[in-house]
């Protein structure tokens, strides 16, 4: 999943750090992927899950880093503070995934108020105003027919069919995709 979207933000002209390393006085962490636009006009941070197996582990390290990180970076950086922040849990589009989700919506609703409208946004290019915090269901396999979305947000995600049983589906099926 980091590499898709590394590399489409990357492509769009945003700078991209992978497994960036921040801390807030005592609060040490690392980011699954962060990118920021020119000048620190735009700052995205993807936390990104293949499992979901303590919930509550997840909520609060993303808490965590939705609080602290943006500042943190943008100090290291030189740039001040970001004008937008976007916040975006990106989850394995998995059976793993869609079991959790399905048994606690509500959790994930008030974890990502904005569901995949800000990731849509800056997959676009044009990154969102203000501070936004989202939620996508994510297939790392490029391809497939036209029609194939890369992405669900949650109201979707309850209902769909998964297409992978785990992590170790989705990375045979990266696999495959790489000898086509």
């Known amino acids: 999943m980091t590499e898709a979207i590394a ?3 990357h ?4 700078k991209v750090a992978t497994d ?10 690392r980011a699954d992927l962060v990118a920021w ?16 197996p ?14 602290y990180l943006a500042d943190a970076l943008a100090a290291r950086l ?15 589009w998995s059976s793993e995934i869609l079991h959790t989700l399905r048994l606690r919506p509500e959790t994930f609703r008030a974890l990502a108020p904005d569901g995949a409208a800000p990731f849509e946004e800056w997959w676009s290019g044009a990154p969102p105003a203000g501070l936004r915090t989202g939620l996508v269901v994510f297939d790392p396999v490029p391809g497939g027919r ?10 979707q995600a309850l209902t769909v069919r998964p297409r992978y049983r785990g992590y170790a589906d989705a990375v045979r099926a990266l696999r495959d ?4």
């Open 11 to 14: 492509r769009r002209g945003f």
């Open 7 to 9: 590399d489409r933000l």
């Open 78 to 92: 030189g740039i001040g503070s970001f004008l937008s922040v976007t916040h975006v849990v990106v989850l394995l």
């Open 54 to 67: 303590n919930v509550q582990d997840t909520v609060g390290t993303f808490n965590a880093k939705r609080a």
């Open 37 to 52: 636009g020119p000048g620190g006009a735009a700052f995205l941070h993807c936390e990104q899950r293949t499992r979901l």
């Open 20 to 29: 960036e390393p921040y801390q807030h006085f005592q609060f040490a962490g």
């Open 146 to 155: 036209g029609d194939r979305r890369r992405w669900i947000d949650l109201e």
């Open 177 to 180: 995709a790489g000898r086509a």
